[in-house]
């Protein structure tokens, strides 16, 4: 009865978000982002704890170096953005073909080399972003000129929205892979000359490497460094940068990572990871109010860190003892 509850639910869920989609259509895109902004400034002014959040990582990563008025600007655009960003993804689909995407994304010379190198297939690409702009906008655009790419993602916890995102994303040429399991889907396509794609600034728990971002450790996955080392190939950063409160975007590539730089290193993997996100740094930092700042990615702390914290509590009674006894559950600083 429980699991044929939970069905129904989801099956709501999903009917709700076709008909919200369905209204959203009867609008142009650029009237909906206005709506989008709308929203973005409601979850920014009504959800406390999303708000303070945000301020709290922006202080962690500029310091004294903004005023509490420029952080507070940011956060809120910040906001704003991921709204118009969640309006954009319903009309991406129809918006970026092969025969429009011109119109809404811009691409600069400096980009010809590293699109003339996928575009002949030398070798299989790592591509790498962050939640900054538009990330999904990248795999769209990217299937639109005819690329070989497929991005990994997470399953979505409800089964008909992620069935109809996985359709929807294939339409225009972008396979999605889980990240359950993607290693051997990988390897086909890296070994066939096509790209991988990864939003690379997620927290990866005790398990993660852990490298500087903004001045700060951050947890961060192995599996781009392993897999670039494992198969040899070069790790492509960039990013799709809004440019107006319109659907325009420019496309940027920041850095790309050759094998030929790693090898050698005394950790080729913890190198990488460090350098990719250097580069994700990098371009969040030209605009700052398109990165999802919400997005807790300073939550696990490093063993030190941990050790350090442990070293500065008064040591405990008996009598307050808990049952949970994990220390990392105690003394984890939550960012």
């Known amino acids: 009865m429980a699991k044929r509850s939970s069905d129904r639910l989801n099956y709501l869920a999903y009917v709700g978000f076709r008909v919200i989609t369905f209204l959203f259509h009867l609008f142009p895109i650029n009237w909906n982002l206005r709506t989008a902004r709308f929203f973005g400034w409601l979850?920014?002014?009504?959800?406390?704890?999303?708000?303070?959040?945000?301020l709290e990582h922006l202080r962690f990563a500029y310091g004294d170096s903004l005023?509490?008025?420029?952080l507070e600007r940011i956060a809120l655009r910040s906001c704003q953005q991921m709204a118009m960003m969640a309006i954009e993804l319903l009309f991406s689909p129809k918006l970026i073909t092969p025969w429009t995407w011109a119109k809404y994304i811009r691409v600069g010379?400096?980009?010809?080399?590293?699109?003339?190198?996928?575009?002949?297939?030398?070798?299989?690409?790592?591509?790498?972003?962050?939640?900054?702009?538009?990330?999904e906008l990248l795999g769209y655009a990217m299937a639109a000129v005819g690329l070989d790419i497929a991005a990994v993602m997470r399953p979505l916890d409800n089964p008909y929205l992620n069935d109809y995102t996985v359709r929807t994303?294939?339409?225009?040429g972008l396979r999605l892979i889980y990240k359950k399991g993607m290693s051997e889907i990988a390897e086909?396509?890296?070994?066939?000359?096509?790209?991988?794609?990864?939003?690379?600034?997620?927290?990866?728990?005790?398990?993660?490497?852990?490298v500087?971002?903004?001045?700060?450790?951050?947890?961060?996955?192995k599996s781009i460094g392993l897999l670039a080392r494992e198969y040899n190939v070069p790790i492509m950063i960039g990013c799709a940068r809004r440019v107006s409160d319109r659907f325009e975007y420019e496309v940027e590539v920041t850095r790309i990572i050759w094998p030929s730089e790693w090898q050698g290193k005394e950790n080729e993997v913890l190198w990488i990871t460090q350098e990719y996100t250097r580069a994700i740094e990098q371009f969040v930092r030209k605009d700052p109010s398109q990165y999802l700042w919400v997005h807790r990615r300073w939550k696990t702390r490093?063993?030190?860190?941990?050790?350090?914290?442990?070293?500065?509590?008064?040591?405990?009674?008996?009598?307050?003892?808990e049952d949970n006894d994990d220390p990392r559950q105690k003394m984890a600083c939550q960012s």
């Open 43 to 54: 979850w920014y002014k009504l959800l406390k704890r999303h708000r303070q959040r945000a």
């Open 67 to 70: 005023s509490e008025k420029e």
């Open 109 to 135: 010379p400096e980009i010809t080399e590293p699109i003339r190198y996928l575009i002949e297939g030398k070798s299989g690409v790592i591509m790498v972003t962050g939640h900054y702009g538009n990330w």
């Open 169 to 172: 994303r294939g339409a225009g």
């Open 188 to 210: 086909e396509i890296l070994q066939k000359g096509g790209s991988v794609g990864f939003i690379a600034d997620q927290n990866a728990g005790h398990k993660g490497l852990f």
């Open 212 to 221: 500087d971002f903004f001045g700060r450790k951050a947890s961060t996955y």
């Open 302 to 321: 490093p063993p030190e860190e941990l050790q350090a914290k442990a070293e500065e509590q008064p040591a405990a009674t008996g009598n307050d003892t």
